[in-house]
Structures are given as C-alpha cells and as structure tokens.
C-alpha cells in the first residue's frame, strides 16, 4: 500500500502496489487524485525520479526529494559541493525522545542540476545523542528541491523535510507495509 498523507497526518490517497513492483509505477496514479497545484511534495530516495519530478511540474507543484546513492552521479554531485563554504540556513537544537538532537540546513542555488527543474541542493546534518547511553549519531542528508532560492527561509525548509521525517515515522509506527510515499502542503496552510 503506498500512501499521501499532508502534515497533519491526514491520508489523502492510498493506492495499492502491485505484486511483485515496487512504488515507481504507482507513484502518479497516486497523486492523480489529488490536487498538487502550489504543493510542495516530499518523497523518500527512491521517488527522485526524473518522471516523478517532471510530472509534479507539470501539475503545479514544487518537490523536496531526497538524494541517495541510488542516483549515483547526481548524489556525487550534491555531495561535493563546498558544503564547510556555505552559509548555514537553519539551525534547531531539541530536546525529546530521550535524546538531544542538532540539526543543521545548508542550501545553495543551481542554476542547473540534473533533475527536471531542481533549483537547489540541500544539506542536513543532524546530531543525535541519546541521554540513557551517551551515544552520537551523525547523519547528513542531501536533497535536492524545485523551490526557488528565497521563496522559502531556511527555517520553512527544515520543517518540511522535517516534517516528510514525522510522517514516515507515523506511518512505520502504525504498521503500514509500504514506506511514505509524499505529504503535500498549500502554501495558504504552511507558508511557502
């Protein structure tokens, strides 16, 4: 089962995937019925698709995709930006869970990237120590987005990715046998 669901953890469509597929092919007849116009969309790795962002333009909507080594060269490339040169966008400090947690938003602008119209890349590093064990966590997570430089702060940034991290947590926890496929956002209920 592959699933939409917004910030409030409402579903918005649910499609089933067929036996032996995986979510790619069930990615747009998902989103078909659902309005995208002035959403931004978020997806795990796997739907950072160049089909998927072309489609999701084509609709009106922005994305937020999260880039992996399973597109190799494109991962190479975000990954290799002067990252330690680039100003810090966002930060937020947390305490919850039993943990504390840093997390850190850089952005650059592109003015190409090879992802249908990807205006920027986008670097998390998150800092996660639990208080029970002492242990540290350090995780950094690259993206790409269609958002254009300065049509949203850093900060509205971080809650959207942090936000795509909320509903995959819920989903998983609830016991959905598929990953999150997206949340969508209006602008009017989350500014953009």
Not at 38 to 59: F, K, P, S
Not at 148 to 174: F, M, Y
Request: aromatic share 6%; with cysteine.
């Amino acid at each position: 089962m592959l699933a939409a669901m917004d910030h409030t953890g409402t579903v918005l469509a649910q499609r089933q995937v067929a036996y032996k597929s995986n979510e790619i092919p069930a990615f747009a007849p998902l989103l078909d019925t659902i309005d995208l116009t002035d959403t931004v969309i978020t997806a795990d790795a796997l739907h950072t698709q160049h089909a998927h962002g072309t489609y999701l333009r084509e609709r009106g909507a922005h994305y937020i995709a999260q880039v992996k080594a399973n597109h190799p060269t494109l991962f190479d490339r975000v990954r290799r930006l002067p990252w330690p040169d680039i100003t810090l966008d966002h930060y937020e400090r947390t305490r919850a869970h039993h943990r504390h947690e840093i997390r850190r938003l850089k952005t650059a602008a592109f003015a190409h990237i090879d992802h249908p119209e990807a205006r920027q890349a986008l670097q998390v590093v998150r800092w996660r120590q639990d208080f029970t064990s002492g242990k540290l966590t350090i995780e950094r997570v690259y993206l790409i987005t269609s958002v254009p430089p300065g049509a949203a702060s850093g900060a509205q940034l971080a809650a959207r990715i942090r936000g795509h991290w909320k509903i995959e947590n819920l989903l998983h926890h609830v016991g959905c046998p598929r990953s999150c496929l997206s949340d969508s956002t209006r602008p009017h209920a989350r500014t953009t």
